[in-house]
C-alpha cells in the first residue's frame, strides 16, 4: 500500500504562483512514475503533469512553459511548480502513484485562482 499526502494549495490571483508537494510513504519500492492530475467542477479527471523514475517529464499542453514537476527521490516527494497561474487552473489536484499495475491517489487538494 502507498500512502500520498498532498500539501500547498490555496488561493491566489491570475499571475500567481503556487507550489505542490506530494509525499509518499509505504510500500514505496517499484514506484516508476508520479504525476498530478486535476479536476475542476463539472469536468473529468485530467493529467497535468507526470514524472518517471528516470526523470522523463510529460505535460498537457494547457500548463507547459507555465508549470514544473520534479521529484526528490531521497525524500520520496514529488513537487508542481505552478506559475502564471489562470483562472481555468482552478480545480482539486490530485497527487498520483503508478506501481506495476495499481494506480495511488493523495486526498486532492484545492487550488484556486480567482481575481
Known amino acids: 500500500q502507498v500512502t500520498l499526502v498532498e500539501s500547498g494549495g490555496g488561493s491566489v490571483q491570475p499571475g500567481g504562483s503556487l507550489r505542490l508537494s506530494c509525499a509518499a510513504s509505504?510500500?514505496?519500492?517499484?514506484?516508476?512514475?508520479m504525476g498530478w492530475y486535476r479536476q475542476a467542477p463539472g469536468k473529468q479527471r485530467e493529467l497535468v503533469a507526470v514524472?518517471?523514475?528516470?526523470?522523463?517529464?510529460s505535460y498537457a499542453n494547457s500548463v507547459k512553459g507555465r508549470f514544473t514537476i520534479s521529484r526528490d527521490n531521497a525524500k520520496n516527494t514529488v513537487y508542481l511548480q505552478m506559475n502564471s497561474l489562470k483562472p481555468e487552473d482552478t480545480a482539486v489536484y490530485y497527487c498520483n502513484a503508478a506501481k506495476y499495475s495499481n494506480a495511488y491517489w493523495g486526498q486532492g487538494t484545492q487550488v484556486t485562482v480567482s481575481p
Open positions: 514524472v518517471n523514475s528516470g526523470g522523463t517529464t
Open positions: 509505504g510500500s514505496i519500492f517499484g514506484i516508476y512514475a
